[in-house]
């Protein structure tokens, strides 16, 4: 009997260890799932449900890994993204309801997407933006950026109004990544 209290234990041991570990804290939707396609709200209550989504959001996006997460791609349609470019890991930005209020020059980068697993291609933004936005209690903010942290933040504010970054390729090449991940969710099905 005690042998099989102790397998019990080690069994519920390992069931949670994997669930902390394994699997992201929310579902990831995947591409082309028309929720993916949804334009998000605006958020007016800056409430603990908010702050808890944005810390779920964090969570799931470090799980992952990946270093932004919309709340569209988990099914959330309101105005939250979080990102985190650094080496680190620890530069979370969260932004409530963000606004492109400048944006110039140009630059190509190869960008990737949880949402779309496994594929990467080049995608032309700007180079340089000014995002106005809130913290999660409510304070008006406005982040300048360029580069990586530039590509992220037109990234996930795509992902508000219900754009994925494949939908800045080719039609040819968005017929193929849908026939490609339509495969992939074949054989992990
Ligand atoms: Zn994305």
Redesign the pocket.
């Known amino acids: 009997m005690r042998v099989f209290f102790k397998m019990l234990r080690w069994i519920l041991h390992v069931i949670t260890y994997s669930i902390k570990h394994f699997m992201p804290l929310l579902p990831i939707l995947r591409y082309p799932d028309p929720r993916l396609k949804k334009v998000a709200g605006r958020v007016d209550r800056f409430d603990d449900s908010i702050r808890r989504l944005a810390s779920d959001m964090a969570e799931t996006m470090y799980e992952a890994p990946?270093i932004?997460?919309?709340a569209t791609?988990v099914d959330v349609h309101k105005r939250v993204i979080v990102i985190d470019v650094s080496e680190t890991r620890d530069q979370l930005l969260v932004l409530v309801n963000p606004e492109l209020v400048e944006s110039d020059g140009q630059q190509v980068c190869e960008?990737?997407?949880?949402?779309?697993p496994g594929i990467y291609d080049k995608v032309e933004r700007a180079e340089h933006v000014v995002v106005r936005y809130f913290d999660v209690e409510g304070q008006e903010r406005t982040i300048e950026a360029d580069g990586l942290l530039a590509v992220c933040l037109q990234?996930?504010m795509?992902?508000l109004d219900g754009r994925?970054?494949v939908e800045h390729l080719s039609q040819l090449k968005q017929v193929r990544i849908k026939a490609k991940l339509a495969k992939q969710a074949r054989i992990t099905a």
């Open positions: 990946g932004g997460l919309a791609q960008e990737g997407c949880l949402s779309v990234h996930e795509d992902h994925v970054f």
